[in-house]
């Protein structure tokens, strides 16, 4: 990708300032230049609000026509995909209903209009649910009257489904993630975290089903193509106000512990936090949810930290001072070495987020297993080459393309680890200079950390 044209992109997508001046600077990119971007502009998940500020602004013109062209076409593609994910939850949440199952949808639906105003423009692939303990048997029944089939189990993850009708598959195009026709997984979580997954241990309430909520979609806010059975918008639980913010902090801190985070995860949170600013209650009982657990509290100054940095949200002054300027020095000292830049490439480039985890797991035997886990993973890859087709020309490509995927991860992850020992060292000397300071602030002034 080209790095230059991608801060450029995030920048046009920042919730304060003046975007418009940023968006002029975008004509100055070759269609060349966008064109190696592209991927990263579909996996950062930001390729459908970048195109919605575009079209807000009315500066398409700004954009080389074959950008233009294939960002409309995913944004109307991505319509009808909306329509054919509503129609499926909808049918989960009657099966479930039905079952007596208590349940909270997680992500997707659930984040609409507070972390997104309607549901076109955010891209999503799966359906998340939090179900009680006592309901998974009758939830995994409940979805295999409606055609949902298990995937293999995964120790320490949660179930995994996929329809009869929609096998999982990898993307044949660029196109195809916002087609309808892209399959869809949906996974049943018993709980928001899973301590036994990443050896860190959270104070969390168990009571978060008890608070969950209704909540209804009305047809505008989906956006989408008309359905048959969607009529009148979609009515479905989700978690509470302040339960929802922090799962959605945990997601985003989960996933750059497991070096893949998606820019758009958070540009989320930024778009939540910047519309909640003035809502002292609300933050209140934020604040009063995380104040017991430290750990839990600095996972949320990391996430909160980089949405607002990356994406300009204006935190409420009363919350930055009782996250992120309590994180300790080490913790502020990552975001200001390395959590921007590997925020650019959605955690992917390095293992750096390593020296983060490290911060926060406190056996050494559990962290000497992360840690060889991650810098020579063993399990098999993913499937990245995939074909229906029974000619031996097809199978014979495929198998090609899977071999050059397994080698290219296989360069990616030894590179990944000469580079993560060689920044170890650095990074040794830099914590062990500030070891006398195990606590600090993290001042946030002119729209760049510095630590005080």
């Known amino acids: 990708m080209n790095r230059e044209l991608a801060r450029e992109i995030i920048a046009c997508l ?9 968006l002029n600077r975008l004509s100055s990119f070759t ?22 500020r575009m079209h807000e602004q009315g500066t398409e013109a ?9 960002l409309r076409r995913n944004m109307q593609d991505h319509r009808r995909r909306i329509r054919a994910m509503a129609e499926d939850v909808d049918s989960i949440h009657q099966a479930f209903d039905e079952a007596g199952i208590k349940y909270a949808l997680l992500k997707g639906f659930a984040m609409i209009p507070e972390y997104c105003p309607v549901a076109s423009a955010r891209t999503t692939y799966d359906y998340d649910y939090l179900v009680a303990v006592s309901c998974l048997r009758e939830a995994e029944r409940a ?22 009708a929609r096998p999982p598959r990898s993307p044949l195009s660029r196109d195809d993630l916002y087609s309808a026709g892209f399959p869809r997984t949906l996974e049943l979580h018993s709980a928001p975290w899973n301590p036994e997954e ?27 193509e008309r359905s048959q059975r969607i009529r009148s918008g979609l009515r479905f639980s989700v978690l509470s106000e302040e339960d ?25 949170i930024a778009w939540f936090v910047e519309h909640r600013t003035g809502d002292t209650a609300f933050w209140q009982r934020f604040l009063d949810q995380v104040e017991p657990c430290p750990a839990l509290r600095q996972i949320s100054g990391v996430a909160l930290a980089l949405s607002e940095r990356l994406f300009g949200a204006t935190l409420a002054r009363t919350v930055a001072a ?88 296989l360069k990616h992850h030894a590179l990944g680890a000469v580079r993560y020992g060689l920044e170890w060292l650095r990074w040794r000397h830099v914590r062990a200079a500030t070891a006398r300071h195990p606590q600090g602030r ?11």
């Open 244 to 268: 929802e913010l922090l799962f959605q902090l945990l997601h985003a801190f989960r996933h750059i512990l497991q070096d893949w985070c998606r820019l758009a995860s958070l540009f989320d």
């Open 62 to 70: 700004l954009l080389p026509k074959e950008l233009s062209t294939a």
């Open 31 to 52: 269609w060349d230049e966008w064109r190696r971007t592209l991927q990263w502009l579909d996996e950062s998940g930001l390729a459908l609000p970048f195109w919605q």
């Open 442 to 452: 993290f001042g946030r002034g002119g729209g760049t950390f510095t630590l005080e």
């Open 14 to 22: 920042r919730l304060s300032g003046s975007p418009k001046d940023r």
């Open 143 to 164: 979805l295999e009257e409606i055609g949902y089939r298990s995937q293999p189990p995964v120790a320490g993850q949660p179930s995994v489904y996929f329809h009869d």
């Open 322 to 409: 009782e996250t992120i300027e309590r994180l300790p020095v080490p913790i502020a000292l990552w975001l200001l070495r390395y959590g921007y830049r590997s925020a650019v490439d959605n955690f992917s480039d390095n293992k750096f987020s390593l020296l983060l985890y490290r911060e926060f797991v406190r056996d050494a035997s559990a962290w000497r297993a992360i840690q060889r886990r991650r810098l020579l993973p063993l399990h098999q890859p993913n499937r990245a080459a995939y074909t229906s087709s029974r000619a031996a020309g097809d199978r014979l490509a495929a198998k090609w393309s899977q071999s050059v995927y397994v080698a290219r991860r």
């Open 198 to 224: 990443l050896k860190i241990p959270l104070d969390l309430s168990a009571n978060w089903l008890a608070r969950r909520k209704t909540r209804t979609l009305s047809m505008e806010q989906l956006d989408m």
